[in-house]
T-cell receptor
Framework: AQRVTQPEKLLSVFKGAPVELKCNYS??????LFWYVQYSRQRLQLLLR??SRESIKGFTADLNKGETSFHLKKPFAQEEDSAMYYC????????????FGQGTELSVKP | DAGITQSPRHKVTETGTPVTLRCHQT?????MYWYRQDPGHGLRLIHY???????DKGEVSDGYSVSRSKTEDFLLTLESATSSQTSVYFC???????????FGPGTRLTVT
């Protein structure tokens, strides 16, 4: 079954500390994965996608097919990174629908 | 913000009443989606549309119906609202050339 799991509901770090938000997926085909971010009371917006292999706002994410993971990392967290983060998987065989993980709330303390 | 609006933005209604939420896009995109967002559950797909008058169910479609009579509008109806439908509802659209979804601002619905 297709599934996205984000094991941490809340991740709290201090400013300047490294951050890793975990995402694991279950998918029988070749996966396409996204990270979305939602700042307080704002709409969700795309943070990055694995196929572009780019760094946005200092965040990177590498697809590890062996471990079926797509963890989001940033070496030095900033207070403005505090937000809700969602990992999402594209279901190619269902018209490109996305399935989302449960979300991880990142809190960066000063 | 990809030309997506939702109305109303906030609504309080009573159990048993019908409620309709509207999603409007100005991008002429084919695919539109309705999600609900609940703590601990992330975003769950309610219904989606792949064209005018073409809709299908998502994972949590019970108690909801949708209609799409024009490309730009996708309506979500709660036929008889229940307290379990208190949630934040997001509409999204997909670009015609990739799978990235663009989200609306959300509607906060409270059923008392």
């Amino acid at each position: 079954a297709q599934r996205v799991t984000q094991p941490e509901k809340l991740l709290s770090v201090f400013k300047g500390a490294p951050v890793e938000l975990k995402c694991n997926y279950s998918y029988s085909g070749s996966p396409e994965l996204f990270w979305y971010v939602q700042y307080s009371r704002q709409r969700l917006q795309l943070l990055l996608r694995h196929i572009s292999r780019e760094s946005i706002k200092g965040f990177t994410a590498d697809l590890n097919k062996g471990e079926t993971s797509f963890h989001l990392k940033k070496p030095f967290a900033q207070e403005e990174d505090s937000a809700m983060y969602y990992c999402a998987l594209v279901l190619y065989n269902q018209g490109g629908k996305l399935i989302f993980g449960q979300g991880t709330e990142l809190s960066v303390k000063p | 913000d990809a030309g997506i609006t939702q109305s109303p933005r906030h609504k309080v209604t009573e159990t048993g009443t019908p409620v309709t939420l509207r999603c409007h896009q100005t991008e002429n995109h084919r695919y539109m989606y309705w999600y609900r967002q609940d703590p601990g559950h992330g975003l769950r797909l309610i219904h989606y549309s792949y064209g005018v008058k073409d809709t299908d169910k998502g994972e949590v479609s019970d108690g909801y119906s949708v209609s799409r009579s024009k490309t730009e509008d996708f309506l979500l109806t709660l036929e008889s609202a229940t307290s379990s439908q208190t949630s934040v509802y997001f509409c999204a659209i997909t670009g015609n050339t990739d799978y990235e979804q663009y989200f609306g601002p959300g509607t906060r619905l409270t059923v008392t």
